[in-house]
Structure formats: structure tokens, C-alpha cells
């Protein structure tokens, strides 16, 4: 079985950075995909980024691309997420997930974490 957590998350300016980490334990997610999604109040999750294990099969939702970036540290087992030049649209909850398939959908994923918080003021 494996935990997931995040940490990161708060308040940003629009404009600001801010970078998310997620720490997996319990077991080795090396060979696994690694995504984040995240939760707007009053809307469903979506996807944001995910990452393959070599690094082959990383791919962005438009909303974020150019903007964010996603990266993994194999030997820590952490995946992160870069968030550049923020909006108030990217308030929501970040969760990051983990799975032997990756993609766009959250059902290819079978691990995830508690979530954090960002969020972006105007």
C-alpha cells in the first residue's frame, strides 16, 4: 500500500510561484505514474499534470501548460509540481496521485493523497 502526501500549499499572489512536493512511503512508486490534480470549490477534479518513470509520458492540461511543471525524484520517491505565474483560477485543493497507469483520468490512478490547498489572491 502506498501513503501519499503533499505539502506546499497556501497563498500565493497572481503572478507568484509556488512549488508543491509529494512524498510517497509504504512502498516503491519508481516504475508508477505520478499525477496531480486539483479541486475547485463547486467543481469537479481535474486533471493537471502527470509524469511517467523515466520521464517519457509527462503531459499538462492547456490550462497550466507552460506554466507548470511537474518533476519526480525516483531515489526520494517525491514527485513535484513548479507553479509559475499563478492565477486566481488555480485556487483549489492539489492532490497528487500515484498508479501503474497514468494519464489524464483519475481512474488510472489507485493511490492519492489528502490534498493541500492553494490559493491564488487577484
Known amino acids: 500500500q502506498v501513503q501519499l502526501v503533499e505539502s506546499g500549499g497556501g497563498l500565493a499572489q497572481a503572478g507568484g510561484s509556488r512549488e508543491l512536493s509529494c512524498a510517497a512511503s509504504?512502498?516503491?512508486?519508481?516504475?508508477?505514474?505520478r499525477g496531480w490534480f486539483r479541486q475547485a470549490p463547486g467543481e469537479e477534479r481535474e486533471f493537471v499534470a502527470t509524469?511517467?518513470?523515466?520521464?517519457?509520458?509527462?503531459f499538462y492540461a492547456d490550462s497550466v501548460k507552460g506554466r507548470f511543471t511537474i518533476s519526480r525524484d525516483n531515489i526520494k520517491n517525491t514527485v513535484y509540481l513548479r507553479m509559475n505565474t499563478l492565477k486566481p483560477d488555480d485556487t483549489g485543493v492539489y492532490y497528487c496521485a500515484a498508479g501503474p497507469k497514468g494519464g489524464s483520468s483519475e481512474y488510472q490512478y489507485n493511490s492519492w493523497g489528502q490534498g493541500t490547498q492553494v490559493t491564488v489572491s487577484s
Open positions: 509524469h511517467g518513470w523515466n520521464g517519457d509520458s509527462t
Open positions: 509504504g512502498r516503491t512508486v519508481s516504475s508508477y505514474f
